[in-house]
């Protein structure tokens, strides 16, 4: 029933998310590691440990931007796909998914922008 291809599609989405933020911290944690040797000579550079942070977030936010893009471009895809083979006729996604998503994309950019200092390796 209806019913249950909603409760399923619920339980598919909170997967996903989960998986999302999984993988998204697994990126920082294996970037923070790869980027220790330059954080660390930033800071005898004699910047703060908050800045430097905020520096490194505005340099990966745009690399993990661009995986969710190419990861959600994959997804709608897909979706159509599996859609169109297990069904007679294909489901549409909503526009407001789409709408929540940008958003989402958006806001974090700028508060990003605004709470990163962007001079990364300049003294004081």
């Known amino acids: 029933s209806l019913d249950a291809l909603e409760t399923n599609a619920m ?10 933020l999984l993988t998204s911290a697994l990126f920082l944690f294996l970037n923070f590691r790869r980027m220790n040797l330059t954080i660390r000579g ?15 977030i ?7 931007t661009l995986a969710v893009l190419f990861g959600t471009c994959a997804a709608i895809a897909l979706f159509d796909v599996v ?10 996604m909503a526009v407001s998914a789409v709408t929540a998503f940008v958003f989402l994309m958006v806001s974090t950019m700028i508060s990003t922008a605004i709470f990163a200092n962007r001079k990364l390796m300049k003294a004081k």
């Open 83 to 92: 859609t169109r083979n297990l069904l007679s006729s294909a489901l549409t």
């Open 11 to 20: 339980r598919l989405m909170m997967v996903g998310i989960g998986v999302f």
């Open 58 to 64: 505005m340099a990966l936010i745009p690399l993990e």
């Open 42 to 56: 930033v800071r005898l550079l004699g910047r703060s440990s908050k800045a430097v942070f905020r520096e490194i």
